[in-house]
């Protein structure tokens, strides 16, 4: 499902626990397979640490959206007069369903002025609006407690039970199963 939301960006642990808990620090979806965070990023760094993207919106009506996201790729990104400074840049294995940030217009002239008066990356793409500035002052338990419990909503409802009789059972849509002779749509086995 694709949402035309931009939504709030969570690089998340990929351990037991909800949103909350896995949260290691908020971002921003810069491209639609991109998402830019700010340092430090010594948790990017840890091999131990696997991590992923939680990207959610809200809706008028009903649970937020919610995707994660697997990342493909990181790159640090830093000024060599800085290196705290620097920030990260995951790509991720796919496009996200949510909307990229859409701050100011990108201006590489105006973010090079600003990283020669002050070599942080992330201070720079603030002042220029590519990110957005309050992204590192959320509070997590605030912004991500409504996605967990729209998560835990989410998997509530995942589970569907039927107990029926035998001959019920027996009804059931041949196509559920890899093995069906009596759907003409099947093919059956491709690979003969």
């Known amino acids: 499902m694709v949402t035309s939301c931009v939504g709030i960006v969570s690089v998340q642990r990929v351990t037991a626990g909800d949103a909350v808990d896995r949260h290691i620090v908020f971002g921003e979806l810069v491209d639609a397979d991109a998402v830019v965070v700010p340092g430090p990023l010594d948790w990017l760094r840890d091999p131990a640490i696997d991590f992923e993207v939680l990207i959610a919106s809200s809706r008028r009506g009903g649970p937020g959206h919610v995707e994660r996201v697997r990342v493909r790729q990181a790159e640090v990104i830093g000024v060599d007069s800085g290196p705290e400074g620097a920030c990260a840049v995951l790509r991720l294995e796919r496009a996200a ?96």
Not at 122 to 147: F, H, M, Q, Y
Not at 149 to 160: F, G, I, Q, S, T
Not at 169 to 174: G, P, S
Request: hydrophobic fraction near 40%; include cysteine.
């Open 97 to 192: 369903a949510h909307r990229p940030y859409a701050g100011g217009r990108f201006d590489g002239d105006r973010l090079r002025t600003e990283l020669e008066g002050y070599p942080d990356v992330w201070r720079g793409l603030c002042a220029i609006g590519a990110v957005r500035t309050e992204l590192t002052d959320l509070d997590k338990d605030r912004v991500l407690r409504p996605v967990a419990d729209w998560e835990a909503a989410r998997r509530a409802a995942l589970v569907r039970e039927r107990l029926v009789s035998p001959a019920e059972v027996a009804q059931l849509k041949c196509c559920i199963f890899v093995i069906c002779w009596w759907c003409q749509e099947c093919r059956g086995d491709w690979w003969d």
